[in-house]
């Protein structure tokens, strides 16, 4: 009778069909907690990957099917998807652990009384994980740091190596005595890719609270600055009314000399109205008097009648990273050539913004493939210098904009657009 129910033809198509639905619901699975390439190979190769993964027979002490399986599937979203190789490296192997625990215990111990409905059984299961996933996953706009990673993957080292170890190292003897406890280690493999999950949302919270501290003392900076410079600006309101006193009853060989003196000093004063938004006003406010700390010369051109319609540590990010990157550049070049151009504009629901300088003839910048063309940092201080333009692109990606960065006759630039 086992036979008849294997080999029918309407049992073989609902095999088929509950296999194609499994291997759709782990890839959909999957997206949800790391993006996947927009090739159309890439989609197919992990939906092949994923079709294949949760349908493989499991056996323990089976050495044919589990380890090719499993590179199969790990190796397919180092290639398939994007992002560090420890995020790749974390998330596959934290999706291996439940997947393959779950078809250890299903056919090893749960085969027999539901042979003729193992495949409804592993469509059922992922079904549980992508709801699993979408209740408990992490918001997508929220990057782990390199160490968060670090330490997610460590934690996936347990329950994935119990999996590999019950299925690779268990002998036929010990089975018989110890099924018992093979079942509970499974089951709590199962239960851990929960709080796996919980802990990436946990990191994902906290690196989210690090950026707004740090965009927060940001913004208390430079709104320190701008009324440090209004101060100065009423205090020099409050004593022109002395110095045309004073002008007043001065010989007329020494007025010229006085109004000179007097001119030389108001240069202290910036300009505080570059545009309509009031927050771009206080970042350049800041930066203009860096640079010109600097000897840099500053051009800029903007097009912004009114407030942008970004949050202010989002215009903070954009802007004094930017700057910053670019008077950080210039500071190595002979000062006569020390020169930031800054155009932005705000039209039709796309704001633009474009930041130039020239590079050192002997300077070298290092294209990172793996990052959608970025360019890593040269400084020798790799952990703590290049996360201004990470920040950059955090915020460009959650807008859905775009952010490129060119070199061309010995001068940088930094480019981005976003849709409004």
């Given at each position: 009778?086992?036979?008849?129910?294997e080999f029918s033809v309407p049992f073989l198509i609902f095999e088929a069909v509950c296999m194609i639905i499994s291997g759709g619901v782990l890839y959909v699975t999957v997206g949800k907690l790391i993006e996947i390439r927009k090739h159309w190979w890439a989609k197919l190769l992990l939906w092949i990957a994923c079709t294949i993964a949760p349908n493989m027979i499991?056996?323990?002490?089976?050495?044919?099917?589990?380890?090719?399986?499993?590179?199969?599937?790990l190796g397919t979203i180092f290639v398939c998807c994007e992002g560090s190789s420890l995020k790749k490296l974390a998330i596959g192997t934290m999706m291996a652990s439940a997947?393959?625990?779950?078809?250890?215990?299903?056919?090893e111990f749960l085969a027999m009384p539901f042979l003729k409905y193992k495949s409804a059984f592993r469509t059922f299961f992922e079904l549980v994980l992508y709801g699993t996933v979408c209740l408990f996953r992490p918001e997508r706009d929220n990057e782990l740091t390199p160490g968060m990673w670090k330490l997610l993957l460590l934690l996936n080292l347990t329950p994935i190596g119990i999996v590999l170890t019950l299925v690779l190292g268990t002998s036929d003897n010990r089975y018989n005595s110890q099924e018992g406890q093979y079942m509970v280690l499974l089951f709590l493999v199962l239960f851990s890719f929960v709080g796996l999950l919980w802990t990436t949302v946990v990191l994902s919270?906290?690196?989210?609270?690090?950026?707004?501290?740090?965009?927060?003392?940001?913004?208390?900076?430079?709104?320190?600055?701008?009324?440090?410079?209004?101060?100065?600006?009423?205090?020099?309101?409050?004593?022109?009314?002395?110095?045309?006193?004073?002008?007043?009853?001065?010989?007329?060989?020494?007025?010229?000399?006085?109004?000179?003196?007097?001119?030389?000093?108001?240069?202290?004063?910036?300009?505080?109205?570059?545009c309509g938004d009031s927050t771009i006003n206080a970042v350049l406010t800041v930066k203009a008097s860096a640079m010109e700390e600097f000897g840099i010369k500053f051009f800029y051109k903007l097009d912004i009648p009114t407030e942008l319609p970004l949050s202010k540590t989002a215009i903070c990010t954009l802007?004094?990273?930017?700057?910053?990157?670019?008077?950080?550049?210039?500071?190595?070049?002979?000062?006569?050539?020390?020169?930031?151009?800054?155009?932005?504009?705000?039209?039709?629901?796309?704001?633009?913004?474009?930041?130039?300088?020239?590079?050192?003839?002997?300077?070298?910048l290092i294209q990172d493939n793996k990052q959608k063309g970025m360019f890593v940092t040269t400084k020798a201080d790799v952990k703590n210098h290049g996360i201004g333009l990470k920040s950059m692109e955090d915020v460009v990606r959650q807008k859905e904009g775009k952010m490129e960065l060119h070199v061309q006759k010995g001068e940088f630039e930094l480019f981005l657009f976003i849709y409004i």
């Open positions: 009778m086992t036979t008849e129910i499991i056996f323990l002490s089976d050495w044919a099917n589990l380890p090719p399986t499993f590179l199969l599937f997947v393959f625990s779950f078809s250890a215990l299903l056919d919270r906290q690196r989210k609270l690090e950026q707004q501290s740090m965009y927060a003392e940001m913004n208390r900076k430079y709104y320190e600055s701008m009324e440090q410079q209004h101060f100065e600006i009423r205090r020099l309101r409050h004593d022109m009314a002395n110095h045309l006193q004073t002008l007043s009853v001065l010989p007329e060989r020494e007025k010229n000399e006085y109004i000179q003196n007097l001119l030389d000093s108001m240069t202290v004063i910036r300009n505080l109205h570059y802007f004094a990273n930017a700057l910053d990157n670019a008077i950080e550049a210039c500071k190595q070049l002979p000062k006569e050539t020390r020169v930031i151009t800054l155009e932005s504009r705000m039209q039709k629901g796309m704001f633009v913004l474009s930041v130039k300088n020239p590079l050192s003839k002997d300077s070298t």
